[in-house]
């Protein structure tokens, strides 16, 4: 199957990409694609991030389909 992927913030300089297409098996969870993706990147240690599918925030262990668009963003904060 297909996903697009969107970094935000941090995680779009760190990645050096702004987004990308990634294929994975059928039934892949979030974390699987984070773990595919971040392979061999330099991530600051300590560096959290969050997930959301289709829009809506998601657990690491989210199921993804075809088709699905996932997004990498740090924590914000603001008021």
Do not use: I
């Not at 996903?3 to 974390?31: D, H, P, Q, T």
């Not at 595919?36 to 599918?53: D, I, K, N, T, W």
């Not at 997004?71 to 008021?79: D, S």
């Amino acid at each position: 199957m297909s996903v697009k992927v969107r970094y935000f913030a941090s995680l779009r300089e760190c990645m050096g990409r702004g987004e990308e297409e990634a294929r994975l098996e059928e039934g892949s969870s979030v974390l699987q694609l984070w773990q595919r993706l971040a392979a061999g990147q330099e991530l600051p240690p300590g560096q959290e991030f969050l997930a959301a599918v289709n829009r809506e925030h998601v657990g690491m262990q989210a199921r993804l389909q075809d088709g699905d668009e996932v997004a990498f963003f740090p924590p914000v904060t603001g008021g």
